[in-house]
């Protein structure tokens, strides 16, 4: 029986021998969290349900790999996530993005219009950015891998790695400052 009381290590062992409530379990536990993860990588919300339906088919896979000394469960499936929600979108063209050493200028956001973004409207924001700054900003800001490992993970020299969170940021300030200045035009 599965259940809020129920030991996260009976819910484990009650998916890997495919037991249903276990399943439904682990699902009620962790699909918000997993949903938010997929929706910061995916272009739409249809895409973002897609991502994390593949991840669960993934996890419920592979479920018995997961080691608790090497991290905490939702570490791991966040993780899947993160890599199917690449997978996914694999035909990026990074190619096309050049490595700079001069990053451009940021324009100048007010503090408080951050305060006055939801979380929600940011996440929109992010999800406007093209492909390639969305997703390495992603990587960097919200999951916090190093250039590196990036590079690794998208294929791609750790330069065009940073080149992409410079646009990214510099295209995610320019959004801010015109939803700034919508704002101040209602008032």
Known sequence: MTGPETDITQVIAGCIRQHAG???ELL???????L???RRYART???AEDILQDAYILIF???????????????WMRKVVINTALSHYRNFRFQLEKATDVFPEMPETAPDILTQLSFEEILQLIATLPDGPRTVF??????????DEIAALLQIPAGTSRSLLSRARKLLQEKILNTQKHELARI
């Open 36 to 38: 938010s993860v997929a």
């Open 28 to 34: 009620r536990r962790y699909a918000a969290n997993l």
């Open 138 to 147: 992603n990587l960097a800001v919200f999951d916090q891998f190093a250039h």
């Open 45 to 47: 919300a249809d895409d």
């Open 22 to 24: 276990s399943q439904k």
């Open 61 to 75: 896979k592979k479920l018995e790999l997961y080691q608790a000394e090497k991290g905490t469960l939702i570490s």
